[in-house]
Structures are given as C-alpha cells and as structure tokens.
C-alpha cells in the first residue's frame, strides 16, 4: 500500500464525511486520480463502507468504557464499539439506561470473559435531542455520507442549518462517520491510548488523533500512523505527558 492510499485512509478515519473532491485537494490529485484509487480500494474490499457512531448519551443513556482478556469476545445490541487489540484485549463500550442496569451487564460480561482489566465511567450528561436531531441521525444511519445538501432536500430544510446541526453534533462527540476498513488488508498502525490526563495528551495527539471517548477530563484516543516508528513516536509523547497511559495496537474495530 503506498503512502497516497494511506493517506486517503487516514482522511477518511478522521472524517468519514470528507468529499472525495477535498481529499483529492489535499492530496494534489486529480478527482478523477482520486476516484480510481476510492474504487479500487472498495473493489479490493479494504474500504468496505461506512457506519454512524450515535453516542449513547444521544438516546439518554449512559455509558462505561472497560476491556477485558479477548480469549473470547461477545456481541450485544447494548455494545456501542468494541476495538481488538493486539495486547490481548478487547475494548467495549456499553450502554444502559442506569447504574444498576450497568453494573448488570457488567456482570454478565465477566461471567462470559472474566474479570475485566480496566474500566472507566466518564462523566457525562444526557443528551436531549430535537425532532431536527433525530430526524437528521436517521437519515444519517441510512446513509452516513449523505451531503447536507440532500439531507436538506428529504427534510425540506435549509442546508446551512442542517450542516450546523451536524457540527454541533459531531462537536460534542454525539456522532461521527467511520469507515469500514479491513485493517488486515493494510500496513497502517491504528493505536488507542487511555490516559487520565486527556487535556494535555490531546496536544501531542492532534496530529494524529481520530476518535476520542472522553468527559473532557480522561478517556481514550485512538490514533492513527503510516507504520510503527511514527506510532512510536506519538505514543513516546504522550507517554512523556502521562507515563501511566495504557497503549493498545488495534487490529480491528466495530460501531454498532
């Protein structure tokens, strides 16, 4: 895989609704360059599609970050993501309406995978969502890189303001696009760092950062770099910032 390919992954992780036509701009390609290699990532079924990530404090419901020894995995409707680690473990993020109901599933997860290795409850305050909100996530769920321009033409609403419903959205981190990608089939390094210090880290990551889990004040960062010595690099950074900051190697992910 050569570095323009890689770099056409890396945009499309970071905002899985960029236009082809920006990524073309950023890149120095013609769009019809761009398209070629869009397609034939498709056909070769690295980039498989893209999915909605709904934040479960959109729908009022709160949510737990834990992992726990992947020598086995479980799949639930209340599972929001998971990503597969390499250093044996799996990272879920689950969903409930309250603390009790949390802690019963937490429950059933350890009869099913053993005691967990880590877990953490963010901070976080639910999410009212407006008829315009859940409207637009709906359509989003169909289809995730719709452009606000067609989501104005099915809603009959102007699409400067459906964009801004969007942004504000994906701001406070209730939503974001994700591509679908076969990590196998690539050489790029996708890794996840916990840390308790999320402000600072965030400096030293926003190069290479993704997606980010957190109240604002710990949480997870999952980045992304072209091969492992730059992934070496960012992780040595922030390690500097927080030497307890658990580093994991992602080999898979999954968005409910």
Not at 2 to 24: E, M, N, V
Not at 172 to 199: E, M, Y
């Amino acid at each position: 895989m050569d570095i323009i390919d890689k770099r056409i992954l890396f945009y499309l992780l970071k905002d899985g609704r960029i236009s082809q036509r920006r990524i073309a701009s950023l890149l120095n390609l013609t769009p019809a360059s761009l398209n070629y290699r869009f397609k034939k990532l498709m056909d070769s079924e690295i980039l498989k599609g893209f999915k909605l990530y709904v934040n479960p404090n959109f729908f009022g419901k709160y949510q737990i970050f834990i992992a726990f020894k992947n020598y086995t995995d479980i799949d639930a409707d209340w599972i929001s993501f998971k990503l597969k680690c390499l250093e044996w473990l799996n990272v879920y993020g689950i969903y409930a309406s309250d603390n009790i109901e949390l802690k019963d599933k937490i429950g059933y997860m350890t009869k099913k995978l053993g005691e967990p290795v880590l877990s953490y409850f963010p901070l976080q305050s639910l999410f009212r969502a407006s008829n315009l909100d859940q409207k637009i996530v709906e359509i989003l769920k169909v289809d995730p890189r719709l452009s606000s321009s067609e989501i104005s033409k099915k809603m009959n609403i102007s699409s400067r303001i459906i964009e801004k419903h969007i942004r504000y959205l994906r701001h406070r981190g209730l939503i974001l696009v994700a591509p679908q990608i076969d990590l196998g089939k690539t050489d790029i390094i996708i890794f996840s760092i916990f840390s308790k210090n999320i402000d600072e880290i965030t400096v030293v990551l926003q190069e290479c950062k993704l997606w980010q889990f957190t109240d604002g004040y710990a949480g997870i960062t999952v980045c992304y770099a072209d091969n492992m010595e730059r992934a070496r690099k960012y992780i040595d950074l922030a390690r500097q910032i927080d030497s307890t900051a658990d580093v994991m190697i992602i080999y898979d992910y999954m968005f409910q």
